[in-house]
């Protein structure tokens, strides 16, 4: 299927990526124009939609598709390349590629291998052993990290999280080899030469461009990232989080590609949601096909959907799939499950069902 797909990709997938970026950087101008001269709050809060459209389209869409690689073979589109891209996201693009592209999706929800089996104080999985800090994790997760996420995320992917908290399981620490100081100081260096001119631009560049109104567009560029902190969070939370999502203890490891790929389908969630909303989600709507498929772009990933469906129920592996709210309250529902001691979880997941 995968080698089906690569052969048609081309002209047609350059055009498309381009035109998505285009119509992007538009929003991303309209946005900031309409926040620095509205006189009244309509116009305000069309900027603020407009600007989170570009910020959604950046780290989702464009920006997670192109630190994948899924354009880095075709010509036409050197602008897109992995390792040479940078998204309009407050997120390290070499951590990100090694933590999210090697470390996750190689090792999706193997304990000790994948990083994002929990964030931060927050366990995802019961691979990761109940602490008394987990009792908070819901509100936490609400209030703090879902407003918050793209500036959490840089965080966990630059390990800086590390520096500071173990993990909770035998491997300690998810991203840092250890904390010596060479180890401290690339964590800091990564974190750091994103952080600064990322929220530098957003937070005193252009507010100071609005003279005494600097409040307005410092409110306004607020709005917009968190409303694409949120959107991401709640996107991204449905992918790997649930009591029917499989999770894989310490050194678990696949005998052979066929169980691999068994194992990233029984890991992952898909949701049913509209091709506009996919877009804005970047497409991890299809989150299993993503999974199967890493370097694919989304527009991609929703074509083959029903054949990987087909494939999955032929061969009795569980093709997990639901409304959007649906599978976000499971995945809610998880996380509350997991704020209690072993042996709760069943009793809260039926309380919020």
């Known amino acids: 299927m995968k080698r089906r797909v690569l052969a048609r990709m081309g002209e047609e997938d350059v055009r498309y990526v381009k035109r998505l970026n285009r119509f992007s950087r538009a929003m991303e101008i309209a946005g900031r124009v309409l926040i620095h001269v509205s006189p009244e709050p309509i116009t305000f809060f069309l ?19 192109a630190l994948h690689g899924a354009y880095d073979r075709l ?27 090697v470390r996750h999706h190689g090792n999706t929800n193997v304990a000790g291998r994948d990083p994002d089996i929990h964030f931060g104080p927050v366990r995802l999985t019961e691979q990761t052993p109940h602490a008394w800090h987990h009792r908070f994790q819901l509100p936490f997760t609400l209030g703090i990290l879902f407003p918050n996420f793209a500036f959490l995320m840089n965080l966990h992917f630059t390990g800086l999280n590390d520096v500071f908290s173990d993990n909770g399981i035998a491997t300690k620490l998810d991203v840092l080899p250890d904390r010596s100081p060479e180890s401290k100081r690339l964590a800091w260096k990564r974190t750091l030469r994103k952080y600064v001119p990322y929220y530098l631009k957003n937070y005193v560049f252009f507010p100071l461009l609005a003279g005494p109104f600097w409040w307005k567009v410092l409110l306004g560029n607020w709005l917009a990232e968190t409303m694409r902190d949120v959107y991401s969070a709640a996107t991204i939370y449905c992918g790997h989080v649930g009591h029917d999502v499989a999770s894989y203890a310490i050194a678990t490891k696949a005998r052979g590609r066929g169980q691999w790929y068994a194992m990233q389908v029984a890991a992952t969630n898909d949701y049913e949601v509209s091709r506009p909303i996919s877009i804005l ?65 069943r009793q809260v997941i039926r309380e919020m069902a």
């Open 281 to 345: 989600c970047g497409g991890l709507d299809r989150q299993i096909e993503h999974h199967l498929f890493p370097t694919l772009p989304p527009h991609r990933l929703r074509e083959i959907a029903p054949e990987v469906r087909a494939i999955c129920e032929r061969h009795g592996v569980p093709y997990k799939t639901d409304t959007w709210g649906r599978t976000l309250k499971k995945a809610l529902a998880h996380v509350a499950a997991l704020s209690r001691q072993p042996g709760g979880v």
């Open 47 to 65: 900027g603020v939609g407009a600007l989170w459209i570009h910020k959604q389209l950046q780290a989702t869409e464009v920006g997670h598709t």
């Open 75 to 101: 010509e036409g589109a050197e602008g897109f390349r992995s390792r040479t891209f940078r998204w309009d996201t407050p997120i390290d693009e070499e951590s990100w590629r090694e933590g999210h592209n």
